[in-house]
């Protein structure tokens, strides 16, 4: 062999060596999971397990700490954790020892959304602007939100609180957050649903086992329906949201449950729905008197009428593979004796309407928040919301900031707003807009002998993480927000791809009872929530906020290569 074609083999071996080499390096390292003893409790069977003394709360908690460790490097589910835990774990099982009275959800792990105030946590609504670790100001609650004292009286165990995109702007992920993409428990290469984004992959992964979402337009369900699990946007006021950075709190914020089971969820809804003085839109909330959870039974369906999606509730088609599922999803419905009333909404102009009232009812936007900010501190100490973007240095709706479509979208004049941001504008147009929703809603309803309306919740499989052409395309919003009425979505299947499918339950205002027991009926038939296998890896999956990492790498490697080649050709002429 020529000395010429020595340093050729040479060369070639090196590079590919260190190609092969650098590929282990940066390839992700993925395990499968060991079986976690706790792996979709429900709330009955934890309460029942510390009653007959299978495990404490201490246990219990410690188990769950463990076991976020072990996976929150992958699945980045939160932004803040509950260092006091472990030991507000071991008081409560003195107090169980001790017989004292327990509340409704004694030792239940739960998980908070960002958005919701809870002492001793700062409050950055997602943005990197009011994180102290990214070099923000940081704003600190000097109380909890209704929803979160209600939580603590109920002896709930809060591990920490969970990500969110900056400003819960997004229905799809969670890449705008200052604290980095949430990734999706059933599959990171999925996007995890938004904004509830990390409450959802807390919920699938078995990370907790119950948890508080929040909606302004999807971000209950789509998550919920993203990750395979159960979700409840409530009726509007029905749960009081004060104390939850808003985006529009007097017309479509509203705070529900993320859980495993309809009957999880119930659980938690008992806890936090109904009137509460700290909070003005709850003043009209209509609860059952045997609570939501005394209403479930597996006959529920039986006799129920229930329309279904078509032409006269939007144009948008459903995939095929979406129309087969639900399809088959109906028959399972039909099978539990519901009967099925196909497109109520035709020739009824709703779609018409939907179109040209738009989305709205996010005027009051600037006013809201400084009322968020006011309600943060009773002393009157915290800034107002000029002072504090002045801090900044930044605001939000610049260009490419996360409420920049509002500006340029929905027409919200943020500077014009700040000039006087406790004048809250008329919010008259709104309210006949939804009144006019629910009188269609209600009459076709009426006029075709419904009990409620079951939907796919999306009408395509959820998109990649890293597709940022794409977006969940959910079939009720912002219907279902702008009208207020509440809606329920419940594990129905996955699509070839593993992507979970669902279906979407929703009707009249404070229905909440009614429904949950139809989707309870149904789960209990069908059984198609399957607790995901999560991955360990040195690196995180793909995704639209890391992608730049594999393109510098593999401009790396190219760089590298072109720089082996030079000087293989000048050895190889040194060598002539």
Do not use: C
Request: glycine share 8%; aromatic share 10%; net charge negative.
């Amino acid at each position: 062999m020529s000395f010429k074609s020595m340093v050729n083999n040479t060369v070639a071996i090196f590079v590919l060596s260190f190609t092969l080499l650098m590929g282990v390096v940066f390839t992700p390292t993925v395990f499968a999971e060991e079986q976690f003893s706790l792996e979709e409790i429900t709330v009955k069977e934890l309460k029942q397990g510390y009653q007959d003394g299978d495990f404490t709360v201490e246990e219990v908690v410690g188990a769950y700490l463990e076991r976020i460790e072990q996976y929150e490097n992958t699945y980045n589910a939160f932004t803040f954790m509950n260092e006091d835990a472990l030991e507000q774990a071991k008081e409560m099982d003195q107090k169980l020892q001790s017989g004292e009275d327990e509340g409704e959800l004694a030792g239940v792990p739960i998980v908070i959304k960002e958005a919701v105030d809870v002492t001793g946590f700062p409050s950055t609504f997602g943005w990197k602007g009011f994180s102290k670790a990214n070099g923000g100001v940081e704003i600190m609650p000097e109380v909890d939100a209704p929803i979160v004292q209600e939580l603590k009286e109920a002896v709930a165990i809060i591990l920490g609180k969970t990500n969110i995109p900056a400003f819960s702007a997004s229905g799809t992920n969670a890449s705008s957050s200052w604290a980095g993409d949430t990734y999706n428990a059933i599959n990171p290469k999925f996007a995890p649903g938004g904004s509830s984004s990390g409450t959802a992959t807390a919920i699938s992964g078995n990370f907790a086992v119950l948890g508080i979402a929040e909606e302004t337009g999807g971000s209950i369900q789509n998550p919920a329906a993203a990750q395979g699990i159960v979700g409840v946007k409530p009726t509007f006021g029905l749960v009081p949201s004060a104390g939850t950075t808003p985006l529009a709190a007097n017309t479509r914020d509203v705070l529900g449950p993320h859980a495993r089971t309809v009957e999880d969820a119930a659980a938690m809804l008992d806890v936090i729905a109904g009137p509460n003085d700290q909070d003005e839109n709850t003043e009209q909330a209509v609860v059952p008197e045997d609570g939501y959870t005394g209403n479930l039974n597996d006959s529920s369906l039986e006799g129920k009428r229930l329309g279904i999606y078509g032409d006269g509730w939007r144009d948008e088609e459903l995939s095929k593979e979406t129309q087969e599922m639900y399809d088959r999803e109906i028959k399972e419905l039909e099978a539990q004796g519901a009967k099925i009333v196909e497109d109520p909404f035709a020739d009824t102009g709703f779609k018409e309407f939907v179109e040209e009232s738009g989305n709205i009812g996010y005027d009051a936007l600037v006013s809201d928040i400084q009322n968020y900010l006011d309600r943060m501190d009773p002393e009157g100490n915290m800034p107002t919301i000029s002072e504090i973007f002045n801090q900044v240095e930044e605001v939000p709706w610049a260009e490419g900031g996360p409420l920049n479509h509002f500006k340029e979208e929905r027409g919200i004049n943020f500077e014009e707003d700040l000039k006087d941001p406790y004048e809250v504008p008329d919010l008259s147009e709104f309210e006949e807009v939804r009144k006019k929703y629910i009188e269609i809603i209600d009459q076709v309803m009426a006029e075709n002998d419904l009990d409620g309306f079951v939907y796919p919740q999306m009408s395509q499989e959820t998109p990649l993480l890293h597709d940022e052409d794409s977006s969940i395309e959910a079939t009720t919003v912002s219907e279902i927000n702008i009208s207020g009425l509440p809606l329920v979505t419940v594990p129905a299947g996955y699509y070839e791809s593993g992507s979970p499918f669902a279906l979407a339950f929703f009707g009249e205002q404070w229905s909440e009872a009614e429904l949950l027991a139809m989707a309870y009926d149904y789960e209990q038939a069908t059984q198609h929530r399957e607790a995901p296998a999560l991955q360990v890896g040195e690196e995180l999956p793909q995704t639209a906020t890391n992608n730049l990492n594999y393109v510098m790498y593999g401009a790396m490697m190219i760089i590298f290569s072109v720089i082996l080649i030079v000087g293989k050709r000048i050895i190889v002429r040194r060598a002539n």
